[in-house]
């Protein structure tokens, strides 16, 4: 009976246990919290997100330069901006993981009890484990232009609102009309599903309002080497879920006090979202980690008057019946007069000491 007991005990887990601990039954990760069905509209919402945001940075920079001119700390309070750089690329990553773990929980358990006598008796105990376990996951990275717009609809173009490039049904003209859709989360000209923090504030507005925080020490109030130039935002978004269950069998009789068998099962499902927004010095911001970005002046312009432009005569053969010979001259070129020429602007220059270390998309821990 007792070969018999371990056998079931351990027969009963075998096929649970095979998906966890063989390559030729894997878990497909879209089967969960986001399945397949669902990855095309929430790609496509994060895309419509992104570009809002990036079309508001972009015109909250123009209407910042020109209000700076006559009202500064005005520019700031209404415009301030997180500057995208238009040639360089934004990434997001999408990552969906699912976890499947079964085993013998601690339940399990042969106790053996056999009467040696009136007063006396003997237990063996057994506690056998195992336990298997099986993670599979996902990665998906795409690039997104940042100088990427919202598409707009021709005026002989009826709105369609299941287009499934578009993320608005009409154009947006003014930025007013641009900040109200950000803020907003259902509406007609919106052509795609929100994503919200918080449960109110759609990512766009949130992204926004993040991108004025960080401008604060860079356009306004520190000046010069006081700046803390805003040069990369990165956000990561993790939902985990986890499920169980838990089964359990008990015999107790005069031999067996008791005979338990205990079984495990769970199921763990990770979904990671990655945003990567870069400015004009993300480079230089990723290499500084390592030391391997610095700064130095350039020098001045050419034909400044720190740096001038000598211009060399043409040689000149000498006359024939005079004495003497003429060389070369050199002569500085005619610069303006002081007053009248402005003095040149030195700025630092950011570079790179060491190309900088590319590394694969990894999977969350």
Not at 77 to 89: G, H, I
Not at 117 to 122: K, T, V
Request: include cysteine.
């Amino acid at each position: 009976m007792k070969t018999a007991a371990r056998a079931l005990s351990i027969g009963l887990l075998l096929p649970v246990m095979t998906g966890c601990t063989s390559l030729y039954y894997v878990h497909d990760p879209q089967a969960g919290v986001i399945s397949a069905g669902q990855l095309p509209g929430f790609l496509k919402s994060i895309r419509c997100e992104l570009v809002t945001f990036y079309e508001i940075e972009r015109r909250r920079k123009v209407a910042y330069l020109l209000l700076a001119k006559t009202s500064p700390d005005e520019a700031f309070t209404r415009y301030s901006y997180f500057e995208v750089a238009p040639k360089l690329y934004g990434a997001f990553t999408v990552e969906l993981k699912v976890t499947d773990s079964a085993g013998l929980g601690a339940g399990t358990s042969e106790d053996f009890k056999r009467v040696l006598s009136p007063s006396s008796s003997e237990t063996v105990h057994v506690g056998p484990t195992l336990s298997g376990q099986g993670t599979y996951d996902l990665i998906w990275s795409f690039l997104l232009r940042q100088d990427a717009a919202p598409l707009a609809i021709s005026s002989d173009e009826l709105p369609n609102p299941s287009d499934r490039a578009r993320c608005y049904s009409a154009p947006i003209r003014t930025l007013d009309d641009l900040e109200a859709l950000a803020e907003t989360s259902l509406g007609d000209p919106i052509n795609f599903t929100r994503i919200n923090v918080n449960g109110q504030k759609p990512l766009a507005a949130w992204l926004r309002d993040n991108g004025s925080l960080m401008s604060e020490n860079f356009l306004y109030p520190a000046k010069g080497a006081e700046k803390a130039e805003p040069a990369q935002m990165y956000y990561s978004f993790a939902v985990q879920v986890i499920g169980g269950i838990e089964a359990k069998y008990s015999l107790v009789t005069v031999s067996w006090n008791p005979l338990a068998v205990q079984g495990t099962g769970s199921l763990q499902q990770n979904s990671n979202l990655q945003i990567y927004i870069n400015g004009p010095g993300s480079a230089y911001a990723n290499a500084a980690k390592s030391g391997s970005s610095g700064f130095a002046t350039p020098k001045p312009e050419l034909g400044s008057a720190e740096n001038p432009i000598h211009i060399a005569e043409p040689k000149k053969e000498p006359d024939k019946g005079k004495t003497g010979t003429s060389g070369d001259k050199i002569k500085p070129a005619a610069r303006e007069p002081e007053a009248t020429r402005a003095p040149s602007i030195s700025r630092e220059r950011p570079y790179l000491l060491a190309p900088n270390a590319v590394f694969p998309p990894s999977p969350s821990q």
